[in-house]
């Protein structure tokens, strides 16, 4: 099934996220592409509990917060979030559309596509131990948990920030899980940490300090070597691995899109925020342009002037008048408070 659309937006953080809303204001629909399973992009992925100061309004919020708040910003846009998909082919169709497609298959026909991918789509780091790739899929997985499905088994968490260590809480309701981390801090969320320390306490969740060296398969993957700082190997037995050792950013198939680059990042016209591509526009950390910024305010500026350019695009003979949402009736329509 392929989606007909007036946009695409690729990448669902605080930029994208804003877009949604910009052009929601203009009365144009568009859907939104993310490579993680979450929205919120590095802002929830890679400091979610950090402050966050330089948001007009706001004196402090956190990334968390902040996508808390422009997720009910959008709410009244409806726009669908298409999440753990990597947008992998954009072609130009020969009526000025593009077809693009995801890695889940996805397929979309969209007049518009805007690129706010941050400094591109976020991949799992994966453990770097010869001869595990055989597993990988089956019993070595990346970020996402299944508490259902691994019921009853044991587990092995490797990783010590906020994704392992709610991960680890997740599947010891109902499995057998030892948590590995290379140091026996964490880099966590307090609340995170009192609880899993907690479990530890109390005999639910083991904890073993160390790095993973080698491993037993019989043929399938039986144990796991751990290297402790003292030098001694212990041996644990597991059913299933969860690598949670964050994530990195890469252009992946971005690169391919026969965009202008400079330096990884796509040159934009300051005035549209346009690519060399028409029809496709580039807001946030991705894009680059005389006097560029990668500030979140200004990433929202360039969202707003991007959606008034698309306007005239996907409406042609309509001149777009600039409304206040003070005032504008048909604002307050479209965002439910009439």
Sequence with gaps: MTIEIQALIIGAGPVGLFQVFQLGLLEINAHVVDALPHPGGQCVQLYPDKPIYD???LPATTGRDLTDLLLKQIAPFSAPL???????TVQPRTDGRFDVATSTGTQFITQTIFIAAGVGAFAPRKLKLEGMEPFEGSQVHHTTAQPGAWAGQRVVVLGGDDAALEAALQLAENSQVTLVHRRAAFDAAEPTQAAVQALIAAGRLQFVVGQITGFESAPRLAALH??????????????????????SPKLGPLSTWGLDMQRKQLQVSPETFATSTPGIFAV??????PGKKKLILCGFHEATLAAHAAAALIY????VPLQYTTTSLRLHQLLGVA
Excluded at 82 to 88: I, N, P, R
Excluded at 227 to 243: A, K
Excluded at 284 to 289: H, V
């Design 284 to 289: 946030g950390d991705i894009n680059t342009y």
């Design 82 to 88: 298409h999440l753990g998909q990597e947008v992998t």
């Design 226 to 247: 751990i290297t402790t700082p003292d030098n001694t190997t212990q041996t644990i037995p597991l059913d299933h691995l969860l690598v949670c050792l964050g994530l």
């Design 316 to 319: 042609p003979e309509q001149k």
């Design 55 to 57: 948001i007009p309004a």
